[in-house]
């Protein structure tokens, strides 16, 4: 099935320190979703993104979350500054419709603060 | 308020029995549902969706779902199950706006197959 790539699979990072996780999302899909995972709980929404700009967000996305798809490349999830609570594995997902189209995820990242 | 809900933390069978994972959502509009699988240490990956006509739906590696409106459930189902089925599967909501859209998921099932 479609592809979704996340880089990196694992990053250990000091709190405080910022953080950019990459996704190359399928190539015609317009919709973009990042989710957290704690200890393989469950999944949480944070984001969907289209267009440019961010449609949809959690309370889980707080102020120090950022994302954006500059010219089409990847979509980034930006974390700065990081918490110790931001330790989770982050999957990306991307879809071509708003209309019950299948989102397809990513291997996602595993981000641990520390 | 939307929101899933998998009320079997855990499920263990022994292969070639029956397997059966609840699902039940709570939504206000007509629901479209999800399942996906999660193999250890991957992602997630799409099983089989309903969005509306018949309410059995079939999906990939021989799983189907029945969705019942009568008491909002969507459970998955195979038979025979096979000790490659063992993961953890997800039931999810799909929320959709003009503007936005969104899965929600329940808290997942873990399943595993014994010889």
């Known amino acids: 099935g479609p592809k979704v790539l996340q880089i990196p699979s694992h990053q250990i990072i000091d709190m405080g320190q910022m953080v950019t996780l990459n996704c190359d999302p399928v190539?015609?899909?317009?919709?973009f979703y990042w989710y957290k995972q704690i200890l393989g709980q469950q999944m949480e929404f944070l984001v969907n993104?289209?267009?440019?700009?961010?449609?949809?967000k959690s309370k889980l996305f707080k102020d120090q979350f950022s994302v954006e798809r500059p010219d089409g490349s990847y979509f980034t999830l930006k974390i700065q500054p990081t918490a110790l609570e931001d330790s989770a594995v982050y999957f990306c997902?991307?879809?071509?419709?708003?209309?019950?189209?299948?989102?397809?995820f990513g291997s996602g990242t595993r981000l641990t603060v520390l | 308020a939307q929101s899933v809900d998998q009320p079997d933390a855990h499920v263990t069978l022994s292969e070639g029995a029956s397997l059966e994972l609840r699902c039940s959502y709570s939504?206000?509009?007509?629901?479209?549902l999800f399942w996906y699988v999660q193999y250890p240490g991957q992602s997630l990956q799409f099983l089989l969706k309903?969005?509306?006509?018949?309410?059995v739906v079939k999906g990939t590696k021989g799983f189907e779902a029945e969705f019942r409106k009568s008491n909002s459930s969507f459970n998955l189902k195979k038979s025979p199950a096979h000790w490659s089925d063992s993961a953890k599967y997800f039931c999810?909501?799909?929320?959709?706006?003009?503007?936005?859209?969104?899965?929600?998921f329940g808290q997942g099932t873990s399943l595993s197959v014994v010889p």
């Open positions: 997902a991307s879809s071509s419709g708003l209309s019950a189209e299948t989102l397809y």
């Open positions: 190539s015609n899909h317009l919709y």
């Open positions: 993104f289209y267009n440019g700009k961010v449609m949809e």
């Open positions: 939504y206000s509009a007509a629901p479209y």
């Open positions: 309903y969005i509306t006509g018949d309410t």
């Open positions: 999810a909501l799909f929320i959709a706006s003009s503007s936005f859209s969104k899965l929600v």
